[in-house]
T-cell receptor
Framework: SAVISQKPSRDICQRGTSLTIQCQVDSQVTMMFWYRQQPGQSLTLIATANQGSEATYESGFVIDKFPISRPNLTFSTLTVSNLSPEDSSIYLC????????????FGNGTRLTVT | RKEVEQDPGPFNVPEGATVAFNCTYSNSASQSFFWYRQDCRKEPKLLMSVYSSGNEDGRFTAQLNRASQYISLLIRDSKLSDSATYLCVVGYNFNKFYFGSGTKLNVKP
């Protein structure tokens, strides 16, 4: 199964700034996703990172706020822009080897605190 | 209505007990099903996939009921180390995975 490295593992940022999270997979994967997990809650899908094209965003998430890149089949970035305290959360990168018939694997998450 | 629903618990059980969780999903076209385990402040980790015929892995048994649109997880002989949040995950539309809110399990000595 894919091994996913995500960084930074945590950061404290000032409001109004941006944070870019990197996700590196040790093998080529079909799908990469970005999730957010707010304290005490389950995971919410932000977007699907599409290789070589614009990400597909879920309702309530927009490209201006969460720009995503996926230049190849092993790497993706998520930027959280114009930070506010409400963005404080854990952000998780995940990947699936063969689409929805194979399980998701996760990076170890980025814990973001906005002050 | 949420795509995937779970009883949040917590389920408080003694060591050695058998405990079962259910998870319901709303989309009848769902194609794949999984149980994940998430420890506090950690990322989710795959516990097991759920197959139509049901499947077992040691003390863990997962079942799928497509007619009633639910999946279940049974844990036998609970260990202290089983204490965690268990997440139900459903895949559909070829490229989407949706997570339940999780069921918290506390196994006590």
């Amino acid at each position: 199964s894919a091994v996913i490295s995500q960084k930074p593992s945590r950061d404290i940022c000032q409001r109004g700034t941006s944070l870019t999270i990197q996700c590196q997979v040790d093998s080529q994967v079909t799908m990469m996703f970005w999730y957010r997990q707010q304290p005490g809650q389950s995971l919410t899908l932000i977007a699907t990172a599409n290789q070589g094209s614009e990400a597909t965003y879920e309702s309530g998430f927009v490209i201006d706020k969460f720009p995503i890149s996926r230049p190849n089949l092993t790497f993706s970035t998520l930027t959280v822009s114009n930070l506010s305290p409400e963005d404080s959360s854990i952000y998780l990168c995940s990947a699936s080897d063969r689409g929805i018939d194979s399980p998701l694997h996760f990076g170890n998450g980025t814990r973001l605190t906005v002050t | 209505r949420k795509e995937v629903e779970q009883d949040p618990g917590p389920f408080n059980v003694p060591e050695g007990a058998t405990v079962a969780f259910n998870c319901t999903y709303s989309n009848s076209a769902s194609q794949s099903f999984f149980w994940y385990r998430q420890d506090c402040r950690k990322e989710p980790k795959l516990l097991m996939s759920v197959y139509s015929s049901g499947n077992e892995d040691g003390r863990f048994t997962a079942q799928l009921n497509r007619a009633s649109q639910y999946i279940s997880l049974l844990i036998r002989d609970s260990k202290l180390s089983d204490s965690a949040t268990y997440l139900c995950v459903v895949g559909y539309n070829f490229n989407k995975f949706y997570f339940g809110s999780g069921t918290k399990l506390n196994v006590k000595p």
